[in-house]
């Protein structure tokens, strides 16, 4: 009996000492001791983090692919159409699939002649106006698309702004023009103001969403003055830097169009009876004809997010139309919408995500508003 006494004490140490390791030594009750817990939570902390960084990239991936879907999730085409108050205009966009067509911004002043979006800041937009009704035009910033408030870029100097763009990062305007010299020029402007720098003749640019710096535009090139050719130059190099022609072809090109990632160009080839819409490869030098059984002329274009289609401003025999056709040259182009002497492209035309951001860069897309040699009637 003795002995059962002398055995219990330590058979209930025994006991006692098991439910203080099975509780974690009085801790969380994870089964750890103090240093296990410390190695473990910083084990789960590089396991958490690592399956947050994958479960990001996992989600990232599902809401580009959900956003940039034609036809389906939260992108859209932005376009500028008349609307029948005067030269005045309103800002809609549409889904890619036709539907959900709307106003973004109503009864726009006709004094402003083109548009495009800071892709770094939503709702600032960067424009060509006439102010003064004097029929020189001057390039203002401001938030939300209206003279009252705008900040003044560059005085009204230019008879005509033949296209406009922001820089992705949103620092530089990006536009041609024609000044007292008659000549249609490629210009850089810094959007904190200060002098813009002179590229050279240019009737179009576009900037590419990838760099900031990589720009192509419409000139005549040195063999025939009479129609212009694709070039690509850098603004970085500067006004002297090298000018790379993409294009060689004896017919008119206009509207370049960079992808979000930089790597593809479209724009058009103007030929005698018809035109041709080309996306062309700039690392290997290859051009895909795009199917224009309408044989429409064209007034703006612009990549969709994942390069896979393109939004088209278009004119069918005086019928306006936006158009939505793949980039691999397989498909005719889709109409999503028609509109009677609706001319949409001459306002610009771009894509952007459920945030109201432009995109079609890295992160969105450099929006482009684009005109032709002309300057549009009111």
């Not at 212009?228 to 004896?250: E, H, I, K």
């Not at 819409?277 to 990549?303: D, K, M, R, Y």
Request: hydrophobic share 40%; proline share 6%.
């Amino acid at each position: 009996m003795q002995n059962h006494r002398n055995i219990l004490p330590a058979l209930l140490f025994v006991i006692l000492a098991l439910l203080v390791i099975g509780c974690g030594g009085g801790g969380d009750g994870s089964g750890t001791s103090t240093d296990s817990t410390t190695a473990t939570a910083s084990g789960t902390a590089t396991a958490t983090a690592t399956a947050s960084a994958t479960a990001t990239t996992a989600t990232s991936a599902t809401t580009a692919t959900t956003a940039t879907s034609a036809g389906t999730g939260s992108t859209s085409i932005v376009y500028g159409t008349p609307n029948g108050q005067g030269s005045n205009f309103d800002v809609k966009q549409i889904s890619p699939s036709g539907t959900n067509n709307v106003t973004l911004i109503p009864n726009v002043s006709g004094s402003i002649l083109i548009f495009a979006v800071n892709p770094a800041l939503p709702t600032e937009y960067v424009f060509a106006a006439d102010p003064n009704g004097s029929g020189l035009y001057g390039i203002y910033r401001s938030v939300g698309l209206t003279l009252t408030g705008a900040t003044t870029l560059v005085a009204p100097v230019y008879t005509e702004v033949t296209s406009i763009a922001v820089t992705q990062n949103g620092s530089k305007a990006v536009y041609t023009a024609v000044d007292g010299s008659g000549v249609d020029t490629l210009f850089a402007e810094p959007l904190t103001g200060g002098s813009p720098t002179g590229y050279g003749v240019a009737d179009g640019a576009a900037v590419s969403p990838a760099d900031n710096d990589t720009v192509a535009y419409v000139a005549p090139s040195a063999a025939n003055a009479d129609i212009d050719q694709v070039f690509l130059r850098t603004l970085s190099a500067g006004p002297a830097g090298p000018a790379n022609q993409l294009t060689t072809v004896a017919a008119n090109h206009v509207l370049p169009a960079f992808s979000r990632d930089g790597l593809k160009l479209a724009f058009w080839e103007e030929q005698a009876t018809s035109n041709r819409l080309l996306v062309f490869t700039i690392a290997i030098q290859t051009s895909v004809a795009l199917p224009n059984p309408n044989n429409v002329f064209p007034q703006g274009e612009a990549f969709s997010p994942d390069g896979a289609r393109l939004a088209i401003a278009a004119d069918n025999n005086g019928t306006g139309q936006i158009l939505n056709q793949t980039t691999d040259g397989t498909s005719p182009p889709a109409v999503i919408l028609s509109a009677t002497g609706a001319l949409f492209g001459n306002y610009g035309i771009f894509w952007r995500d459920a945030s109201g951001r432009a995109i079609g860069g890295s992160s969105g897309m450099s929006s482009v508003s684009r005109l032709r040699k002309h300057r549009r009637t009111p």
